[in-house]
């Protein structure tokens, strides 16, 4: 388990540019293994530790978030209180880099996996298409890490009765190195179905780093499937 999730970090590292991502993804894994799965509170509490010594390149919702619950707001409702001041706009992307550690704790059985990747999201981002495609590379990571082939693990998604809705969104949203997350999660599909996908995405996603973190964290998987066959 120790190795998947230190194959699923340096994915991650290989996308990420900034910082963000890899350092919440690192939150995950050490919550996860300490606490033997995922556990919200003792997660909770681990993101407000980093966020208050110290925390760089978090992302606006997330930075929003918890500095509401450093000032008394409830945890469990502090995403649903950004998620109203903002209007609703909280379907960004910073769920679906963090997330993909999930997969790679094995001892959460692959149909529990869509339930606790929304969850994790929703502690942050309230607009349930952040949890959703959150999901999404949740269980494509954990589709490669089961010996599905690339094309195998994204036919398993598109007709998973919980994410298929999703997925088809994703199918059909824009090209572009913005940070909404179903033109994340589109642009990131995009390059991994092409050769040197991370290269390209680095260049496609600049300073802003949104597709890229996605783009590592599946290719270092698709990588390792091909050498150890």
Known sequence: EIIILDIILQGVRNGDKIGGPTKLAEILSLSLTASNG??????IKRYSEWWNNGAFD????????????????PYNNASKIINDK???ATAGCG?????????????????????CAREEAKITHYHPLAGDCSAIVVMLCRHLLEGYSWDQSKNLISKNKDLKNT???VMSANMNNGG????VMHSAIH????????????IFAGSANYCSVIVGTIQNLIDQQTSHS
């Open 38 to 43: 995922f556990n919200k509170a003792d997660l």
């Open 58 to 73: 978090t992302g606006p919702t997330f930075a929003m978030v918890f500095q509401t619950i450093s000032e008394g707001a």
């Open 86 to 88: 903002l209007n609703g």
């Open 95 to 115: 769920p679906a880099h963090r997330a993909a550690p999930l997969a790679g704790y094995i001892n959460i059985p692959t149909n529990k996996l869509i339930k």
């Open 167 to 169: 997925w088809n969104k």
């Open 180 to 183: 909404y997350v179903l033109d």
């Open 191 to 202: 390059f991994l179905n092409k050769k040197d996908s991370l290269e390209k995405s680095l």
